[in-house]
């Protein structure tokens, strides 16, 4: 009759070597690593073609005790005149980048160095990352993911589809996300009934949807609404939203 084995404990691994411990630990984050990464492509995969029920961004704001509206609309229900102020308004180059833009980047950094005040070049792209998969709020490790869920939507994702998304998990305060809740609430029409200039005041309070407002608008939001209008005629002319146009 065979000898029970005995069972393995702790002496075991304290008595390998530090170098079988480093292996096994290099091991263990390659497929914690590997596992992430298939994760975040599946995730961004999936979002392609079935509505994000929700975003991080909401839960907080439901946890804070916030009612939260947000009615999914297919971007061929959303006003084109939308769309094409949100391209003026927040990234004139969403059609022609592949979802950071380096040029835009550079730019600022260079406006930076000249003494200017740093300005965000966050895509349009990248906003949808991190509005679909992420939190609010800064640092490095965020950037970094965001960095890469932006690479998966556009790799895995058409523009119609950012855009498609990113109309519908912007937030435009008071608990109000996506264009349709917007368009009810500041204009009580949908979202394919609003016109350039609602439109280009939709767009105009984006950045800061929470102290910029647009009904009433105050004396920055109006000239801001000003500027997005004449931006809105230059992305026509130019063809900016092209790769967006369509039903």
């Known amino acids: ?116 005040r740093l300005r965000g070049a966050s895509t349009i792209s990248q906003q949808t990352a991190k509005n679909a998969f992420l939190w609010n709020g800064g640092g490095w490790v965020r950037k970094g993911v965001e960095a890469w869920m932006t690479t998966l939507i556009e790799t895995f994702w058409p523009k119609r589809r950012v855009m498609e998304v990113y109309l519908n998990v912007a937030e435009w305060g008071d608990g109000f996300f996506g264009a349709e809740a917007a368009a009810q609430a500041r204009f009580n029409k949908s979202a394919r009934e609003l016109t350039k200039q609602e439109a280009a005041l939709l767009a105009s309070v984006l950045p800061n949807p929470h102290k910029w407002r647009v009904n009433p608008p105050g004396p920055y939001v109006r000239g801001r609404v000003q500027t997005v209008r004449k931006r809105m005629d230059i992305v026509k002319r130019d063809g900016l939203d092209a790769c967006v146009a369509g039903p």
Not at 81 to 99: K, P, S, Y
Request: net charge positive; hydrophobic share 40%; aromatic share 6%.
């Open 1 to 116: 009759m065979r000898a029970p084995r005995k069972k393995k404990t702790s002496k075991n691994w304290s008595k390998r070597s530090t170098l079988d411990r480093l292996t096994i630990i290099a091991r263990a984050c390659a497929l914690a690593g590997v596992g992430v990464i298939a994760s975040s492509i599946l995730w961004a995969g999936t979002y392609r073609i079935v509505s994000p029920p929700g975003t991080l961004t909401m839960l907080q704001r439901k946890m804070s005790g916030d009612v939260i509206i947000h009615p999914w609309t297919p971007l061929a229900e959303i006003s084109p005149h939308l769309i094409t102020a949100v391209i003026a308004a927040e990234d004139t180059r969403f059609c022609r980048h592949n979802g950071i833009d380096f040029k835009a980047i550079n730019d600022a950094m260079a406006e930076a160095e000249k003494g200017k």
